[in-house]
T-cell receptor, first 115, second 113 residues
Framework: AQTVTQSQPEMSVQEAETVTLSCTYD???????LFWYKQPPSRQMILVIR??????QNATENRFSVNFQKAAKSFSLKISDSQLGDTAMYFC????????????FGKGMKLTVNP | DVKVTQSSRYLVKRTGEKVFLECVQD?????MFWYRQDPGLGLRLIYF???????EKGDIPEGYSVSREKKERFSLILESASTNQTSMYLC????????????FGDGTRLSIL
């Protein structure tokens, strides 16, 4: 069974700084998908970014980028120019390529961006 | 935009009651999911459905059942509510294929007294 580990339960950063959230996973599969989701306080969970394991190029979405290290089974999220609106719980998630479309989530990390 | 609507934002029920949590999505998604979210435990999958009348157990199905009579609606049922089922419940939907993101509702914060 796949597992996803987010080892840092909480982080804080100053506005405009860069922060990196770590995520490691365990799987015996070769093709799969990885996601970062964001859950702002009292608001809906939304997708931040996703990566397909067969793609070597790291995904980027505006201020958000990932560092995908397949051999190390590492999938970190970098947030550049942090904004107050980035304050949220962040969840790393794994999905298999074949079979059901279930997501396996990490336990989450609370990020606080301070003014 | 995809809209996933959960019937209640907050709900208070008593021990032993039968509780229904409703979820409706408007994007004709095949897949629908029910999660439970607890601090320090992340999201845990209770049940999911990949088609009408189809369901599969997730990681923590005990004490719960589900119903999917129509494609857009997925109901979570607590057969006999207990205090350890006090939690935040999230519904999600997605199109087929693993790379498709899941779209979440706002969540239902359920308290069992």
């Amino acid at each position: 069974a796949q597992t996803v580990t987010q080892s840092q339960p909480e982080m804080s950063v100053q506005e405009a700084e860069t922060v990196t959230l770590s995520c490691t996973y365990d799987t015996s599969e070769n093709n799969y998908y990885l996601f970062w989701y964001k859950q702002p306080p009292s608001r809906q969970m939304i997708l931040v970014i996703r990566q397909e394991a067969y793609k070597q190029q790291n995904a980027t979405e505006n201020r958000f980028s990932v560092n995908f290290q397949k051999a190390a089974k590492s999938f970190s999220l970098k947030i550049s120019d942090s904004q107050l609106g980035d304050t949220a719980m962040y969840f790393c998630a794994f999905a298999s390529q074949g079979g059901s479309e279930k997501l396996v989530f990490g336990k989450g990390m609370k990020l606080t961006v301070n003014p | 935009d995809v809209k996933v609507t959960q019937s209640s934002r907050y709900l208070v029920k008593r021990t032993g009651e039968k509780v229904f949590l409703e979820c409706v999505q408007d994007m004709d998604h095949e897949n629908m999911f029910w999660y439970r979210q607890d601090p320090g435990l992340g999201l845990r999958l209770i049940y999911f459905s990949y088609d009408v009348k189809m369901k599969e157990k997730g990681d923590i199905p005990e004490g719960y059942s589900v119903s999917r009579e129509k494609k857009e609606r997925f109901s979570l049922i607590l057969e006999s509510a207990s205090t350890n089922q006090t939690s935040m419940y999230l519904c999600a939907s997605s199109a087929p294929r693993g790379y498709q993101p899941q779209h979440f509702g706002d969540g239902t914060r359920l308290s069992i007294l």
